[in-house]
């Protein structure tokens, strides 16, 4: 009985076929990778205080692009806000200058919870800067009576005048950080000044940053660059002063008078981008600047941007967006990139195609 043997050959162009749509889907992909690829799956903002409009404004934080008012205009009876920042809970705090109160909303919508600190609770007056301490409690700058008191984290109730009134000369006090050493400094606006106290206690140390040092007149923000040194915006020169992290003298004038339309600064942050934001109270803009020379890059935030008046604080917060996929098109994609996406995925497709295809006998 003859055995019958079935010889299968394989098409003499089935290699270079494969070749050719893996060589296409390379090419492809090479030219699309600015566009495309592994992509952050975290959502930056900035929100920014509007003093006059009584709101606290939200925008992209890659763009500078509008996105709603997050506090709506006197949501809870907000009057002139100033100092922003979110808690241990991650909810929105807000100073109430004119109200004297700190006001608490919703870190996911913005609607408003409670007045956090009642009014002139502990003899709050003129309620601007606030942070929470590495105690977890919240720290407000009353400007009219020169103090920073001290209010429980979780409750809001009145715990001590941490520095008490006029303490080191404090004459009022604008916004408040705590520094690498873990001390508090504090802008003293009426007396041209940056005041450091020990952040345990409250103890008046030193004037870090002495009267008028570099030019320095009427501070206001305050921020610990990425090199340490501590950035002062100078209200009335239209200015931001460099000076010494450790020792406090003065550096250089890192964004020099009107740069880029300067004009009557508040608010400092740097982004995650390594760069310096600056609130323009004046020109109801948000300013941006090279982090590591100060030269203007651009308004980030435009004018006026989504009612923006009187810009003060400034806060960048990076929230986890709810999405599966691990590859995404950049915002900046023009619609022939998503085109050219879309034969990408027809390439790869027609490949494994090809792949599945029973070669003839």
């Known amino acids: 009985m003859e055995k019958v043997f079935t010889i299968r050959k394989e098409p003499k162009n089935k290699g270079f076929v494969l070749r050719l749509f893996t060589l296409k889907s390379l090419v492809i992909a090479l030219l699309l990778f600015p566009v495309i690829g592994i992509v952050n799956t975290n959502a930056l903002e900035l929100f920014v205080?509007?003093?006059?409009?009584?709101?606290?404004?939200?925008?992209?934080?890659?763009?500078?692009?509008?996105?709603?008012?997050?506090?709506?205009?006197?949501?809870?009876?907000?009057?002139?806000?100033?100092?922003?920042?979110?808690?241990?809970?991650?909810?929105?705090?807000?100073?109430?200058?004119?109200?004297?109160?700190?006001?608490?909303?919703?870190?996911?919508?913005?609607?408003?919870?409670?007045?956090?600190?009642?009014?002139?609770?502990?003899?709050?007056?003129?309620?601007?800067?606030?942070?929470?301490?590495?105690?977890?409690?919240?720290?407000?700058?009353?400007?009219?009576?020169?103090q920073v008191l001290r209010y429980d984290g979780t409750t809001g109730a009145f715990i001590d005048a941490f520095v008490t009134a006029m303490s080191g000369g404090l004459n009022g006090p604008s916004d408040l950080i705590i520094g690498p050493d873990g001390n508090l400094y504090v802008s003293s606006f009426e007396s041209y000044e940056v005041l450091r106290y020990d952040g345990t206690t409250g103890t008046f140390i030193d004037a870090f940053v002495s009267s008028g040092s570099g030019g320095l007149a009427t501070p206001v923000g305050l921020v610990f660059g990425p090199d340490s040194n501590l950035y002062v915006s100078s209200n009335v020169p239209n200015e931001v002063l460099r000076f010494n992290g450790l020792t406090g003298t003065f550096i250089d004038t890192f964004v020099p008078e009107l740069s880029g339309g300067l004009n009557s600064p508040t608010g400092l942050a740097f982004g995650p981008d390594g760069n310096l934001y600056v609130g323009s109270s004046f020109t109801r803009q948000v300013l941006r600047y090279d982090g590591m020379t100060g030269a203007f890059i651009d308004a980030f935030i435009t004018s006026g941007s989504g009612g923006l008046d009187d810009p003060f604080f400034l806060v960048f917060r990076e929230l986890p967006e709810s999405s599966s996929c691990a590859f995404a098109v950049r915002e900046e994609a023009s619609p022939d990139l998503i085109i050219a996406l879309s034969i990408l995925v027809i390439v790869v497709i027609s490949t494994r195609i090809i792949r599945k295809q029973k070669p003839q006998l």
């Open 49 to 146: 205080s509007s003093s006059d409009s009584d709101e606290v404004l939200v925008y992209k934080g890659t763009t500078g692009a509008f996105i709603d008012a997050f506090v709506p205009a006197m949501s809870g009876g907000l009057d002139r806000p100033q100092g922003i920042n979110f808690g241990p809970d991650g909810n929105l705090y807000v100073s109430s200058f004119e109200s004297d109160e700190v006001l608490r909303y919703n870190g996911t919508t913005g609607a408003f919870i409670d007045a956090f600190v009642s009014s002139g609770s502990g003899g709050l007056d003129g309620s601007a800067g606030l942070i929470f301490g590495p105690d977890g409690n919240l720290y407000v700058s009353s400007f009219s009576t020169n």
